[in-house]
């Protein structure tokens, strides 16, 4: 049997011996709007829940437009022309206008990245700021949450009278889906206040795992961090296995935003009647797969449904590294062991940054065998971070048959975490 695992701008093919038990786990295909643009003008046009932007703005409203980073496939080339058209169309001036990318945690991006992600023509003729989630000075208090989480956000940003969140939703392994108000924390915020979001005691909720909202701790802060913002407009498009737009929702952002969510849901959710031996999955592709922190995400969709003792395998190119920012790395490498790491994170009242990542990739190393395919991380690398290298994905798969036995049960997620699979 061959399957294809999305693989950093293409996709490797991989043969799984006959005669083997296999499922393989993708999301229903939704087609490519037939006119992208003119779906996401439509949405924005005909929101949910309130009027349409160009009768929301005002000509002397300073405008903000979120958009998402270089580490997710959002449309922005297509999504935010149609915004701009929609200002001009209600006589917002250029000036008025700034472009905020939404970094979160990750790294500031460069002037080519910003090309591509807005085209050469949008970079040279608007304000972008992006924001540095550690830079001191640049984030004003906006209120404290319920947990005591002080939410500090980017000061232009809060500065704009009327603001506009972009992006795309997709399950999400820890927050339930991505998109929303993602956008605001951690996109605009802090790092510290992405950190006590992030922290130990909310990573091991129950509920704080793919496609759950409710009851999840990490989901109310940031829908409470929304509420001290009030963003004013929400563009969110869902994409199929090819990154291509399938529907835009657009509106109110709490209405627009359980709109998309339903939708994505009804996609990618896909129910197994038992566990795995052996699964196989991917980081869905590059941007997603473009180092090892995003790619703990495949993992963990994998491990969904991999039986305790079985083994994951993953391939993600890491075009990129571990990456060489943030503390992802140093973590890991100074963990004795998945036990050490877990217990050093949940004992400490000192949080450091990325720990959420390691964290998580603990939990399933802890008590499942993964190996990792890369053509961006040396073998060091990849043993460092608890993981075992795999020279081969068709040769790891005949070793883990052998391990158990012509009766094995092996699933593919041949898209990553743009599935996912349940019990």
């Known amino acids: 049997m061959l399957v294809r695992l999305a693989y950093g701008d293409g996709y490797l093919n991989v043969s799984i011996p006959d005669g083997i038990d296999v499922q393989v786990i993708e999301p229903t295909f939704v087609p490519s709007s037939p006119n992208p643009m003119e779906s996401v003008r439509a949405s924005i046009c005909n929101p949910i829940g309130g009027r349409p932007l160009r009768s929301r703005v005002r000509p002397s409203d300073t405008v903000a437009i979120v958009f998402s980073d270089i580490t997710r496939p959002t449309p922005n080339r297509l999504i935010i022309p149609v915004i701009l058209t929609e200002l001009h169309a209600a006589g917002v001036p250029d000036r008025n206008i700034t472009l905020f990318n939404a970094t979160g945690t990750h790294r500031l991006n460069t002037e080519d990245e910003l090309v591509t992600l807005l085209g050469r023509e949008i970079v040279a003729s608007y304000h972008i700021v992006q924001n540095d989630a550690r830079a001191q000075n640049e984030h004003q208090v906006v209120g404290v949450t319920r947990s005591g989480n002080e939410v500090r ?24 889906f991505s998109g929303g108000g993602k956008a605001v924390l951690p996109g605009m915020a802090h790092i510290d206040t992405v950190m006590r979001n992030h922290n130990a005691r909310n990573i091991d909720s129950p509920h704080a795992k793919w496609a759950t909202l ?148 603990a939990m399933i190393v802890n008590s499942t065998d993964v190996f990792f395919y890369s053509d961006g991380l040396s073998t060091s690398q990849i043993s460092l971070a608890m993981l075992h290298p795999c020279a081969s994905i068709e040769a790891q798969v005949r070793i883990s048959l052998e391990k158990y036995g012509p009766a094995a049960k092996v699933c593919v997620l041949p898209e990553g975490p743009q599935t996912v699979p349940y019990l």
Request: hydrophobic fraction near 40%.
């Open 153 to 176: 956000i980017q000061q232009d940003f809060l500065a704009c009278s009327f603001k506009i969140l972009t992006g795309f939703i997709e399950p999400h392994f820890f927050a339930g």
């Open 214 to 361: 409710d009851d999840n701790p990490i989901r109310a802060e940031i829908d409470e961090a929304v509420a001290m913002v009030r963003p004013d407009f929400l563009v969110n498009v869902a994409l199929n296995r090819d990154k291509q737009i399938t529907r835009s929702f657009a509106g109110d952002v709490a209405d627009a935003y359980a709109a998309g969510t339903k939708y994505v849901r009804e996609c990618a959710m896909q129910k197994v009647h038992a566990p795995f031996d052996i699964v196989l999955t991917s980081n869905s592709g590059y941007p997603l797969d473009q180092n090892l922190y995003q790619s703990v995400k495949g993992i963990s969709a994998a491990a969904r449904v991999t039986r305790p003792g079985g083994t994951i395998i993953v391939a993600a190119e890491c075009r990129e590294g571990v990456p060489d920012h943030g503390s992802f790395g140093r973590l890991l490498s100074e963990a004795g062991s998945a036990e050490e790491l877990l217990a050093h994170v949940r004992a400490s009242e000192t949080m450091i940054d990325d720990q959420w990542q390691a964290q998580i990739l």
